[in-house]
Structure formats: structure tokens, C-alpha cells
């Protein structure tokens, strides 16, 4: 590639970014931007509370369901904008913390401006820190978009050059008459420029009553008390921004035009990175907001005489860099109380006093909370004069695996450069939650189902809370009535201190579970096996984890020793099934098929109707030599009258609930269909068991003393495992070694 090639790139790259400076309009005269200001007078008119509430509805929201409800989940937490994840993922799961930061922002709209502090407490790892990262990431896409578009103003002061001798402002026949603002002279002919880092909106530059009436013209439909920015409305301008104003008012005669062409409105973005209107404050002991006079400074010397008898004060700190925006203060409660006691005065007033001023707060404050922290905030005497200014949210550990999964596959996985083998995350996922299960207590319960709720155990509750999958132990009636009250185990423990999800491994332990199994030497990239064997490393340290400490209770709640065998078990029964179904020895249509003809003749005997043969086109009695050949591979009881009808009843049930819908026989029957898969399978076994070996010879002896047909059909499974289910023939090994030692070879 030539130089010439290189430079043609420069040039185009660097057109594209003049077109895009223009487009966005990012530096206005005020005469610019009231035309600007006009053309959307809503959109330009919010404050940080109608800003942030607007970029949550700019992203939309969606129903997801849930086993204990429907939800409503808002897309700016899955981060749809960003092209990889690299920063950090969205957040997984807490759409009730979404929705109560969505009411809480509507609430401070609706008064006017954010008088209280959202705190969001939960045990450590909880994705409290996500929460402010997800809504400061979304401010700032939003702040690049149209919709989004904010600004901020500036005072210019001339050179003496562009001025033909005057001093920044004075002089009515000054070179102004050349420009309509000095905010748009080029760089070289301006002398000095004062920032505005607390960024007033520039219609503040405009007298009060003339505001109001601008407002009142431009948003006809919308009164003072609802839908104007009411800093807008009320406020005025800062300290510093009101000296200059004054100072250039009274040199100017009075003239604000003149005033006015001083002022350079500048579009801003949000930016975590730059700390511009969005801010995160560490439980360090440091100074949230501050001032120093900057008149002194030589680098101002430029300014008009008048201005440099003005002491003009800087603001400084993070509640000054956050304006505009949100501030999180992390951790607020590590924090000695003296440090953040100012935050009372602050929501109340929503002003921070400083030595020479009050600066008027434009952002909305979030804090969090460990649970330890807030337990301890509690018993302090400062704490109810504390509590009419928080607004405590709740944020728990997750408590369905599969949600506890999507934050492994999504943010852990992709950074471990290894192959990740099906099911490693799966087996983390469930036995994280299993630790965050509490034992429901049956007299909270109507009385029909305290039974089925007292024999509960700990991973019937964990299928109940990821899919809404009753205990295939129960009846029909019986399942479809736990199924009924998985809201009400989920919200049992709503109002308990120790609730459900508060204790229990963290997100952050089993990061660390994950990472230390995929530098496993035994095994062949992430694989669950391996996790298995961190699980019991992790639990071995009983004594670092409160959550290891609880005593096992009745139906092996808290019980990880039981946890863990629990998902050994369920881990090997899905590689069994992987492995059968990829040996090729049986049609894994077939059971499935057998299943639905019986339900077909079970239908039909309910109602004794008879059954048209699709052969013959003749009207059949049910086949009852079929409907005895499945009870019998089923091991049902040899009276199953009313075991079909229940079926019948189950049907109708599923019918009632999904109108319009084909019968989901695979999903009604899963159970059922399982055992009789089994059942079916049981005498190919002994064949599954010589092909996994076959398996072991190919891949860890390069298939020595196989013969063409073994060499043949190992590799046919071996591929089927690969592109059917996401194996590496290394990890075929591993699985298909542990598989034998811990399940084929000890049941054949």
C-alpha cells in the first residue's frame, strides 16, 4: 500500500469526522441553539431524573416470563448497542429491581426533582455494581443519539485582534458586526475561554419570567407542576455564571444580545471513562464536592477588565462532574457516617452548601449496599432520621440456574481461551442456587398443599423456580397445584431479614470455581467434571463461608455435600443420554412415537370411541395389547385405569391453560417419555457400554485392536457428540472415561 494510498485514507477519515461534527451541531451560538431548543422544546428541557427515565423508555422494554410471573424486563440492562462485551455484560435477571428503579425515577419526576437516595443493598456479588454500570454505559450511547442530544454553555472573550482594539465586550462598533456570536470565532481569535463545569442549561441565561413564558409557548401541554424541568422553571444561574452575566450585563448597558453573543453552546456526552455526567465514588475517604477561586489564575488574564475584579470560584469534585447525569456512590455504607451525612441534606434540598455558595444538584444519586453493612446502619442512632430520605431496594442473589448460567456463559466463559465442555457452567449454575434455597415453611400455605410443600426438598425447588417443573413423584393434581404456588414460594420470604437469596455462594466464588477448572490438568479445557472437583475443593473450606456453616435441614436444604452429589447425578444422567443418542443403536424418534400412539388409544378408551385403523380406514377398538405392552416397560401398576384417566385429565388441563395450541405430548409427558426411553434402551446397554470403550481405544490409542467396523462406528459416535451437542474430541475422551467409571461400568 502506497503513501499516497494511506494519506487519501486520512483525508476521507477526516471528512467523515468534520461532516459528523456538523451533523451532531456540536457548537451553537445561543441564537442557534434556541432554534434548536424550539424545534423540541421537551427534549431539551429535562433534567437528570427525566433525562435517565427517557433513555430507559429509549430502549425499550419487554415481557419475559417467569415460573413465578410475568415480568417486565428493560432492554438498556442487556447493553443491545455495544458490539462485545469486553467492559463488562449486561445484567442477568433482577427485573424487579429494574422496575423499582423505574418507579422511583417516575416518582422524582412526578415531584419535581430526586429527593431521596435509591440504595440497593444485597449480599456481596449480587450485581449491584452492574446495575449503576449498565445505566451510565446506556446514558452514554443515549447522549450520542438524536434523541439524546444535550448541552452546555460556555463564555468566549475575543482576541484584541478580531476586536479592532476593544477588551472582550464594550464596544458597539466592534468586529462583532462581522459575526453574529464569538462563540463561533475561530480558535486563534479567541483570548480566553471560562468553563461551565456544573453545565447550567443556557435558557438559564434568560430572565425568569421571559423563560416562563418562552416554556409556557413552546410546551402549551405541559403545566409547571407536571412535565417542566422544574430547574428549569424555578432555578437560576450558578454562582460563577452569575458574576460573569452580571459583570457583562453592566458593561454592556444592559444589552443581553450583546451578553448573549459571549456565550458558545457546546454539545456534550455522557462519559463514565472522562467523568462527565456519570460518576462512580469508591468507600474512600474523599471530597464529593469543592471550590477554588480561579481568578488568580494567569492563564485568565485575557479577561475583560470588569471580570478581573470579579472573584469567581470553581466548582470541583464528583457531585459537580456528575451534573447532568447519575452518581453512584459504591459501597456508601463503609463509609463513616460523618462522610455521608451531607447526602440527607442534600436529597432533602437538593443543594450541597460550600463556602461562598450553594450549588444546585442536577443528578440523580444511587448507592449500594452489602447486607452486613446495612444490618449494622440499622442499629445506629442516625439511622430513622436516615430512613425518610432512602429508598431501599432489595437485590438478591439469583435464584433460577438458568439465569445463574447466562452470567457464566455470558461473562466468564468467553474470557477463559479454552473449550468450554457442555454442562461445566450447568453444573456451577445449579449448585450456586441450591446453595440460596431456604426451607419453605408449610403453615404459611393453603391447606391443600401444605403437604406437597412440607415434602418439598431443596432441587425440587430449584426445577420449580427454573422452569416451573413440578416433581414428577406427584399426581397430576398435585403438580399442577405446586405449579400454581411457585409465586408464592418465591415471595415467602420477601418480608424476612434473612431472605431467600441472601445467602449462598456468590457470582464472584464460582468465577473463581470456573477459572481454577480450566487450568485442571486431568481434563481437556472447562470441563464439568472438573468443576465438580473445584465444588469440593470450595466446599472444604467451611470455615471462610457462612454459607457452609449452616446446618442441613429436611429435604437437604443447606446441605452441599448432598448439593454436590445431586449434581454428579443429574450431570451424568445428561452425558449418558448425549452418548446414547449419538451411539446411533436406537431411533430416538421411536419412544417418542410409541408414546404418543398410546395417549391416542388411551384417548379413545376414555371415551370409548373406537379408533380408525390407518391401514384398513376400519374402526378399531383401542389396542389394548399396546396400551399393556408401554404400562409393562413403564412399570406401572397392573390396575393403570386410573392412572389414564389422570393422563386424560392432565391433558385437558394443559388444553385449558394453552388454547389454540397442538398438544405438546414431549412436554406433558417428559417423565413418562424418559422412563420409557429407558426402558426401551435397557437391553442395548451392554452395546452402549462396548462402543464408549471403543471410544476410549480410538481417541486415547489411536484405535489399536479395533477392527474397521468399531474404528467406524466409535468415530461416527465421536462426531455425532461433536456436532450435535458441542464436544472436542478431547473432551469426548474425558466425558466418555468418567462416564464409565462413575455410571456405565458400575450399572452394566
Not at 32 to 52: G, N, P
Not at 685 to 699: E, F, I, K, Q
Not at 700 to 727: H, I
Request: charged share 30%.
Amino acid at each position: 500500500m502506497g503513501t499516497s494510498s494511506v494519506l487519501d485514507d486520512l483525508y476521507d477519515i477526516s471528512q467523515q469526522v468534520r461532516e459528523q461534527f456538523r451533523a451532531q451541531r456540536r457548537v451553537l451560538s445561543f441564537q442557534d441553539y434556541l432554534e434548536v431548543f424550539a424545534a423540541d422544546a421537551r427534549r431539551h428541557s429535562r433534567d437528570a431524573v427525566q433525562y435517565i427515565r427517557d433513555a430507559f423508555d429509549y430502549f425499550g422494554k419487554e415481557e419475559v416470563s417467569k415460573p413465578w410471573g410475568e415480568a417486565t424486563r428493560f432492554r438498556l440492562f442487556d447493553l443491545p448497542w455495544l458490539e462485545s462485551r469486553d467492559d463488562g455484560g449486561g445484567l442477568i435477571g433482577q427485573e424487579a429491581v429494574q422496575n423499582e428503579l423505574y418507579r422511583i425515577l417516575n416518582n422524582f419526576a412526578r415531584e419535581g426533582r430526586p429527593n431521596r437516595l435509591p440504595l440497593l443493598h444485597g449480599p456481596n456479588g449480587s450485581a449491584k455494581s452492574t446495575v449503576a454500570r449498565c445505566i451510565m454505559q446506556a446514558l452514554e450511547h443515549y447522549s450520542t443519539t438524536d434523541e439524546g442530544a444535550l448541552y452546555r454553555f460556555h463564555w468566549v472573550f475575543p482576541s484584541k485582534r478580531s476586536t479592532r482594539g476593544a477588551i472582550g465586550f464594550g464596544d458597539k462598533l466592534l468586529a462583532a458586526k462581522e459575526t453574529a456570536s464569538y462563540g463561533q470565532l475561530p480558535e486563534e481569535q479567541i483570548d480566553a475561554r471560562l468553563i461551565d463545569e456544573l453545565r447550567d442549561h443556557p435558557l438559564l441565561l434568560l430572565p425568569r419570567d421571559d423563560r416562563r413564558a418562552l416554556l409556557r409557548k413552546l410546551l402549551p401541554n405541559s403545566p409547571p407542576s407536571r412535565g417542566v424541568n422544574q430547574w428549569l422553571w424555578h432555578g437560576s444561574l450558578s454562582h460563577k455564571n452569575r458574576a460573569v452575566f452580571d459583570a457583562l450585563l453592566a458593561s454592556c448597558e444592559g444589552d443581553l444580545a450583546e451578553v448573549l453573543r459571549h456565550v458558545q453552546v457546546e454539545r456534550y456526552f455522557v462519559s463514565k471513562r472522562y467523568r462527565t455526567a456519570a460518576v462512580t465514588i469508591g468507600p474512600e475517604l474523599s471530597i464529593d464536592a469543592g471550590e477554588r477561586q480561579i481568578t488568580a489564575d494567569r492563564s485568565l488574564g485575557a479577561l475583560p477588565s470588569s471580570l478581573q475584579a470579579v472573584t469567581l470560584f470553581e466548582t470541583h469534585g464528583e457531585l459537580i462532574e456528575a451534573s447532568g447525569g447519575l452518581i453512584e456512590f459504591s459501597d456508601l455504607l463503609k463509609r463513616p457516617l460523618e462522610r455521608f451525612k451531607y447526602l440527607q441534606i442534600t436529597a432533602e434540598t437538593g443543594e450541597v452548601a460550600l463556602p461562598t455558595q450553594n450549588i444546585r444538584i442536577n443528578c440523580v444519586m444511587l448507592a449500594s449496599s452489602n447486607e452486613t453493612e446495612l444490618a449494622a446502619f440499622r442499629k445506629h442512632p442516625e439511622f430513622e432520621s436516615f430512613r425518610s430520605r432512602l429508598e431501599l431496594i432489595r437485590m438478591p442473589y439469583l435464584l433460577s440456574w438458568r439465569d445463574e448460567q447466562a452470567i457464566y456463559d455470558t461473562q466468564i466463559a468467553p474470557h477463559l481461551q479454552v473449550h468450554v465442555v457442555p454442562h461445566a457452567t450447568r453444573v456451577a449454575a445449579m449448585f450456586a442456587v441450591l446453595t440460596r434455597l431456604n426451607r419453605p415453611n408449610p403453615d404459611g400455605y393453603q391447606r391443600e398443599i401444605r403437604d406437597i410443600v412440607r415434602s418439598l426438598t431443596a432441587f425440587e425447588k430449584l426445577e420449580l423456580y427454573a422452569d416451573g417443573k413440578a416433581p414428577a413423584r406427584l399426581d397430576a393434581d398435585k403438580r399442577k397445584a405446586i405449579t400454581a404456588a411457585v409465586e408464592q414460594l418465591y415471595r415467602e420470604f420477601d418480608s424476612h431479614t434473612i431472605y431467600e437469596g441472601c445467602i449462598g455462594a456468590s457470582p464472584r466464588e464460582m468465577r473463581t470455581v470456573l477459572l481454577d477448572a480450566a487450568q485442571n490438568p486431568d481434563f481437556h479445557g472447562l470441563s464439568p467434571f472438573g468443576v465438580l472437583e473445584e465444588l469440593d475443593a470450595l466446599c472444604a473450606r467451611e470455615v471462610e463461608y457462612v454459607w457452609l456453616q449452616l446446618e442441613a435441614m429436611d429435604g437437604g436444604f443447606h446441605d452441599h455435600a448432598e448439593f454436590r452429589r445431586l449434581v454428579r447425578d443429574e450431570l451424568l444422567e445428561w452425558t449418558e443420554d448425549e452418548f446414547r443418542r449419538a451411539s446411533g443403536l436406537i431411533d430416538e424418534q421411536r419412544y417418542a412415537e410409541l408414546f404418543t400412539r398410546y395417549i391416542h388409544h388411551v384417548s379413545h378408551w376414555a371415551k370409548s370411541e373406537k379408533v380408525r385403523n390407518a391401514i384398513t380406514g376400519a374402526d378399531e377398538d383401542p389396542d389394548e395389547r399396546l396400551m399393556e405392552e408401554v404400562e409393562t416397560l413403564l412399570d406401572l401398576p397392573d390396575q393403570p385405569q386410573d392412572l389414564r384417566h389422570s393422563w386424560m385429565n392432565l391433558i385437558a388441563a394443559w388444553a385449558i391453560d394453552h388454547p389454540g395450541e397442538a398438544l405438546d405430548i414431549d412436554g406433558i409427558f417428559s417423565v413418562p417419555i424418559r422412563r420409557l426411553r429407558d426402558a426401551v434402551f435397557r437391553d442395548r446397554r451392554t452395546a452402549l457400554v462396548r462402543l464408549s470403550r471403543n471410544v476410549m481405544v480410538l481417541l486415547r490409542q489411536e484405535g489399536a485392536g479395533l477392527d474397521a467396523t468399531e474404528r467406524q462406528d466409535a468415530q461416527r459416535m465421536v462426531d455425532r457428540l461433536c456436532a450435535d451437542f458441542g464436544y472436542e474430541p478431547a473432551s469426548v475422551a474425558d466425558t466418555c472415561a468418567m462416564l464409565l467409571k462413575l455410571r456405565l461400568d458400575a450399572q452394566n
